[in-house]
């Protein structure tokens, strides 16, 4: 009953979904240009706030270069923040502050390990939804 209830407290923005998945595929494809494009302005990759689209696109590409093997996502899950906060509790102290109250958070598991993003839906632009922030 408890697990039915956390699931149907709120519902996931499809829109919001969509960028999520949207998101994966494009880092699993290793498609610097459209993953670029669905970051906010500021980034914190993991602890590491990266501003500006080229510092961004930079730090992808090192990334990319760091970890030639093929990416491959087993899994997506995507829920609220308050759903996640729920299951999971508070995200960890280095990706600091995060309106969860507002987000949504994407666990996309891989064979071993995976990825958490949490993404934020602009202000100024209702429906646009960008990835603020990510951590394994």
């Given at each position: 009953?408890?697990?039915?209830?956390?699931?149907?407290?709120?519902?996931?923005?499809?829109?919001?979904e969509?960028?999520?998945?949207?998101?994966?595929?494009?880092?699993?494809n290793?498609?610097?240009?459209?993953?670029?494009?669905?970051?906010?302005?500021?980034?914190?990759?993991?602890?590491?706030?990266?501003?500006?689209?080229?510092?961004?696109?930079?730090?992808?590409?090192r990334?990319?270069?760091?970890?030639?093997?093929?990416?491959?996502?087993?899994?997506?899950?995507?829920?609220?923040?308050?759903?996640?906060?729920a299951?999971?509790?508070?995200?960890?102290?280095?990706?600091?502050?995060?309106?969860?109250?507002?987000?949504?958070?994407?666990?996309?598991?891989?064979?071993?390990?995976?990825?958490?993003?949490?993404l934020?839906?602009?202000?100024?632009?209702?429906?646009?939804?960008?990835?603020?922030?990510?951590t394994?």
């Amino acid at each position: 009953m408890v697990f039915q209830l956390l699931w149907t407290q709120a519902v996931v923005d499809p829109l919001g979904e969509m960028v999520a998945r949207n998101f994966v595929d494009h880092l699993a494809n290793r498609d610097l240009d459209r993953t670029t494009a669905l970051l906010s302005a500021k980034v914190n990759f993991d602890g590491k706030v990266v501003e500006g689209e080229e510092a961004r696109s930079a730090f992808l590409q090192r990334t990319f270069a760091a970890h030639p093997a093929s990416i491959r996502f087993s899994r997506v899950t995507v829920m609220t923040g308050p759903q996640a906060v729920a299951r999971f509790g508070r995200p960890p102290a280095r990706l600091g502050t995060l309106n969860l109250d507002r987000a949504l958070v994407v666990l996309a598991r891989r064979k071993i390990g995976g990825l958490v993003l949490v993404l934020e839906e602009e202000d100024r632009i209702p429906g646009r939804w960008r990835v603020v922030a990510l951590t394994d």
